[in-house]
């Protein structure tokens, strides 16, 4: 029996041994493997980390590139017509920026407004809804406060007077808000014109210079075309930058209008209900 325990406690004795260099040589591999793939990763991310650096100055060189190309084109273009055409943009652009801020101004909130006038209209406080209307901007204002000024007076408060003051007020504010679309018009159309001229002018640039030399070669003819495809690409350029910024005033212009035409209406109505006003 004793041997038997013997023989029994040698081979759990070896077994757990065994168990032991095994686990062992699992936990040395599995740290190897952590190990290996820590190093992968930080190759890796070293990597990418490179690469990103690499691709910056790509990216800076590409966009530096776009606009020492677009500079490069534009001297190429000629100081004659390109400086003309480079007026034109920004003398359109300071109109359209002008405009923009005027309409932008310009623009209130109509029902809000029209609801405190019609209350205090209700209440008989006409000077009070004149003085409103003198400290708010813009042109429905401006029309709400001609309206009030009439039915406060004695001789032009009938409902035609009251009117026919809204109507011609509305125009004079419309006036206003298309004041110097025309220029910007203008240079739409001139920036485009001054490019095909400057395409001409290198047409016959080219041909003097085939006239001299004598012979129709790639070369001779290159300079003065190059000049006129430029010119043009820059003008047509600058009339539609112009043409977008004007779009978006005459949509504000509308916006505006139409803030009007329902502010006419609500004056109409507060005005016929007032006690001030002769029916």
Do not use: H
């Amino acid at each position: 029996m004793k041997k038997l325990f013997a023989i029994i406690a040698m081979v759990a004795a070896c077994s757990f041994g065994a168990t032991s260099s095994v686990m062992a040589q699992e936990d040395v591999a599995a740290t190897e493997a952590v190990d290996t793939a820590a190093v992968d990763s930080a190759a890796l991310d070293t990597a990418a980390v490179e690469e990103a650096v690499e691709a910056a100055p790509i990216v800076e060189e590409e966009n530096e590139g776009v606009f020492k190309n677009l500079k490069t084109k534009f001297i190429e273009g000629g100081a004659g017509f390109m400086s003309l055409v480079a007026i034109a943009l920004v003398l359109g652009l300071a109109f359209c920026i002008e405009r923009v801020v005027y309409l932008t101004l310009a623009q209130i909130n109509t029902r809000k407004f029209c609801k405190e006038l019609a209350d205090l209209v209700a209440q008989g406080k006409i000077a009070d809804a004149i003085e409103k209307c003198k400290n708010t901007r813009g042109p429905v204002a401006q029309v709400s406060r001609k309206a009030m000024e009439c039915l406060d007076s004695n001789d032009r408060n009938d409902i035609g007077t009251i009117e026919r003051t809204i109507n011609m007020e509305a125009e004079v504010q419309g006036t206003y808000l298309e004041e110097n679309c025309s220029w910007i018009t203008l240079f739409i159309a001139m920036a485009p014109s001054l490019g095909f001229l400057g395409t001409v002018i290198g047409m016959v640039m080219a041909f003097d210079d085939i006239q001299r030399a004598g012979d129709i070669s790639p070369t001779v003819v290159a300079g003065g075309m190059k000049v006129a495809l430029i010119t043009t690409i820059f003008g047509i350029i600058v009339a539609l930058v112009l043409q977008v910024f004007y779009n978006y005033i005459l949509s504000k212009i509308e916006a505006l209008t139409s803030n009007m035409e329902e502010a006419a209406q609500e004056l109409l109505v507060m005005c016929v209900k007032s006690d001030k006003c002769k029916k």
